[in-house]
């Protein structure tokens, strides 16, 4: 089993940035694929972005591309997003996802992961 923690969301000014990072525990072995997604109110889940363990592929949404960036951290089981120039519409509970399974394209279905964490909320305000 893999464990994962999120953390840094809050409320934010649009326009401005905000990091989250989500800790992985556990067989972390099993986190060779690692994604955030996003729910706003009353939507389905979407798909944000992923990153494979070599940091060598990562996949962004169209709506996302160009403001914000996933990385991560192997020695420290971490995987990061930084948001900036965020949108009210970015407002959303944010969740950390992996898989173990690795393969191009990455996927972006909630399908592809097998592990979630709780989710961080964020909060865009106009």
């Known amino acids: 089993q893999v464990q994962l923690v999120e953390s840094g969301g809050g409320l934010v000014q649009a326009g401005g940035s905000l990091r989250l990072s989500c800790a992985a525990s556990g067989r972390t072995f099993s986190s060779a694929l690692m994604g955030w997604f996003r729910q706003a109110p009353g939507k389905e889940r979407e798909f944000v972005a992923a990153?494979?363990?070599?940091?060598?592929?990562?996949s962004y949404a169209d709506s996302v591309k160009g403001r914000l960036t996933i990385s991560r951290d192997n020695a420290k089981n971490t995987v990061v997003l930084q948001m900036n120039s965020l949108k009210p519409e970015d407002t959303a509970v944010y969740y950390c996802?992996?898989?173990?399974?690795?393969?191009?394209?990455?996927?972006?279905?909630?399908?592809?992961?097998?592990?979630w964490g709780q989710g961080t909320q964020v909060t865009v305000s106009s």
């Open positions: 990153i494979l363990y070599s940091g060598s592929a990562y």
């Open positions: 996802a992996a898989d173990a399974r690795v393969g191009l394209p990455l996927p972006q279905s909630e399908n592809g992961y097998a592990y």
